[in-house]
C-alpha cells in the first residue's frame, strides 16, 4: 500500500484571476473585430439605396469607416458597432438604418425602414465565440 500526505494546499487567486481577465479581454476583443469585419464587409458601396431588410449601401463611406469595437473592463463584455456621427442630421443615421424609423431629412420627417448590418453580423459570428474560448486560459 502506498501512502501520502498533504501537507499545504495552494491556490493563487490573484493569478488565476489575472489570467482569466486576460483570456477575456483578449477573446472579447478579437470577436469584436470579427463582428466588426463582417459588419463592414456587407455594407456595399453604391449609389441606389440598398432594399430593406439588407445591409445598408455606402455612399459616401462613413458608416462603413466609423464602426469599431472596445472592451469594457468593468463590465467585462465588448461594445460593438458604429459611433455617432456628429454632422448635422447625421448622427442618428446609423440607428435608423439598423432598426428603423423617423428621422429629419433638410427639415423634413422621413420614415426609414430597417436595413440591419451589426445584427446580422454579431448573429453570424456568434457560433464562433464557444471556439475561442476553448483552451484561452494557459
Same mark, same amino acid.
Given at each position: 500500500m502506498i501512502g501520502f500526505e498533504i501537507t499545504k494546499l495552494f491556490f493563487d487567486k490573484k493569478?488565476?484571476?489575472s489570467k482569466t481577465d486576460r483570456a477575456t479581454r483578449k477573446v472579447l476583443s478579437r470577436f469584436g473585430a470579427f463582428v466588426r469585419r463582417t459588419a &463592414?464587409? !456587407?455594407?456595399r458601396k453604391r449609389k441606389k439605396p440598398a432594399t430593406p431588410g439588407s445591409p445598408p449601401s455606402s455612399h459616401i463611406g462613413l458608416l462603413k469607416k466609423f464602426i469599431f469595437f472596445g472592451y469594457e473592463p468593468q463590465k467585462r463584455s465588448v461594445v460593438i458597432g458604429p459611433v &455617432?456621427? !456628429?454632422q448635422k442630421g447625421r448622427g442618428e443615421a446609423p440607428a435608423l438604418l439598423e432598426h428603423g424609423g423617423t428621422g429629419k431629412v433638410r427639415r423634413k420627417r422621413v420614415r426609414y425602414r430597417p436595413r440591419p448590418y451589426m445584427g446580422p453580423a454579431f448573429?453570424?459570428?456568434r457560433p464562433q465565440l464557444p471556439a475561442m474560448w476553448r483552451d484561452s486560459i494557459k
Amino acid at each position: 500500500m502506498i501512502g501520502f500526505e498533504i501537507t499545504k494546499l495552494f491556490f493563487d487567486k490573484k493569478a488565476v484571476t489575472s489570467k482569466t481577465d486576460r483570456a477575456t479581454r483578449k477573446v472579447l476583443s478579437r470577436f469584436g473585430a470579427f463582428v466588426r469585419r463582417t459588419a &463592414r464587409q !456587407s455594407i456595399r458601396k453604391r449609389k441606389k439605396p440598398a432594399t430593406p431588410g439588407s445591409p445598408p449601401s455606402s455612399h459616401i463611406g462613413l458608416l462603413k469607416k466609423f464602426i469599431f469595437f472596445g472592451y469594457e473592463p468593468q463590465k467585462r463584455s465588448v461594445v460593438i458597432g458604429p459611433v &455617432r456621427l !456628429s454632422q448635422k442630421g447625421r448622427g442618428e443615421a446609423p440607428a435608423l438604418l439598423e432598426h428603423g424609423g423617423t428621422g429629419k431629412v433638410r427639415r423634413k420627417r422621413v420614415r426609414y425602414r430597417p436595413r440591419p448590418y451589426m445584427g446580422p453580423a454579431f448573429e453570424k459570428e456568434r457560433p464562433q465565440l464557444p471556439a475561442m474560448w476553448r483552451d484561452s486560459i494557459k
